[in-house]
């Protein structure tokens, strides 16, 4: 049984499989290339079919498998696949669904155009080196550029068909960039670099395709970028609202949410259960300098940068594909820390969110570790956004941690302990904690009072009080 057919190895057409595979939606996903076969994972829900195929093959195809849906997430460039599929659909009966990549036309200083012949006719004009971005199905246009040979260094998918095409054109050796993406912005220049480009030439193949990459790169090197403008305006939905409409075909999942404790925020700070959790989910999410921590881990996964529990359930609701996520917190889960919120929240959807916790290093065990000093008779407090009487609860304790704001909080916390008299109070203070600039002052009230007021407005610190 195949309820769904999708068209396109690409990577909304991967999104869309991951989606049917994780909501066991049975699937068949058609792929022309074997590029698009390797961004597509077989399970016991999504099949692939490989190789191109004519309007007439896909009207078989429909009429073998029968789905109810078929979804079109071909390339925005590949108008005549998707006219054969519409066609294909049309004549099955077949209800049809076209995907369409956001397009960035228009952005940045970029000289567009409208097909590959004119931009050749545009560089045969010019001087200067040439790295094409648009593909090996283009070679033909650009090989009458004058002096192509010399001039024009081509990136390619490192295939068979593709070095075939180079070699067809007329290019060899150090002119054919074989390899397969997706490319940074550090890449891009490097190749800008290596070829000695004054040319960029990429088709509006928007987020997915790494336009942006490209023409950041280009720009940061100085490289005028010829863009090939879209043959057809992009017409559909998101990937986004496909996955909306995919939900009836397949049963409903929960959206698993782990809440992190990443310690500090220095290196070194995660346990091994935060990393492999890290390392799996499909989406990251929290406040910037815990997502700056946790970048490494994040790569090729969808972020948000939010500190705020009802942003960060929009941005899930908005993304039902995604079944497994993390949201980090900065020290522990359990010390004063924005994870109870954030499950207080989810717990109140619990047919699609199912959370978990994971402990991490707290500030106050952080501090007395670096003091070298126990904290079982501490108590602990916050003067971060919280009432609290700091000189009473040193009374009633002698021994106190602050989990304190900035400098303006370090600040209160002196004048107030000054005025009601606290001359016996020894005061550690620490700053930047696990960073590579932590910075800890011990003292009396006024010794530490006087020691931070040349640091940062902005900086965090957190403080043990000790009656003496």
Known sequence: MCKVIIFGGTTEGRRLAEYCGNHEIPALVSVVSDYGAELVK?????????????????????????????????????????????????????????????????????????????????????????????????????????????????????????????????????????????????MNLALLAMTGARYLVTKESGAAGGFQEKIEAAHKAGVKVVAIGRPVKPEGVTAEEAMNRLKPYGKSTRCRVWLAGIGMGGPGQMTMEVLKCLEKAQAVAGAKRMMESVGPWCS???????????????????????????????????????????????????????????????????????????WENVYPASLHGRPADPAALLRDHGRVFFLMGDRKSMEELCRRLKEAGAAGVRISAGAWLSYPQERIIQGSVEEVEAAFQGADEGTLWAVLAENI
């Open 300 to 374: 090729r996964k969808e972020t948000l940068i939010s500190y705020k529990p009802e942003e960060i359930l929009c941005w899930l609701e908005a993304n039902p594909h995604i079944q497994e996520a993390v949201v980090v917190f900065s020290g522990d889960t359990g010390f004063y820390s924005g994870a109870r919120a954030m499950e207080e929240l989810l717990a109140k959807h619990p047919h699609r969110y199912e959370t978990r916790m994971l402990p991490g290093i707290s500030t106050l065990s952080f501090l007395c570790a670096r003091l070298k000093t126990t």
């Open 42 to 186: 077989e399970n016991s829900w999504v099949n692939l079919c490989r190789g191109a195929k004519s309007r007439e093959e896909m009207e078989e195809l429909l009429a073998f498998k029968q789905p109810s849906l078929v979804v079109d997430a071909s390339h925005p460039y590949a108008a005549a696949v998707t006219k054969n599929i519409q066609e294909a659909c049309s004549r099955q009966g077949v209800d049809y669904l076209r995907v369409a990549r956001e397009s960035q036309e228009g952005r940045g200083q970029i000289l567009w155009v409208l097909s590959a012949g004119e931009a050749a006719d545009y560089l045969s004009c010019a001087e200067g080196n040439i790295l094409l971005t648009t593909g090996s199905r283009e070679l033909e246009a650009f090989s009458h550029i004058r002096n192509f040979k010399e001039r024009v260094f081509a990136r390619v998918l490192p295939d068979q068909g593709a070095l075939a095409a180079c070699e067809k054109a007329g290019l060899a050796g150090r002119q054919i960039i074989a390899m397969q993406g997706p490319f940074s912005v550090e």
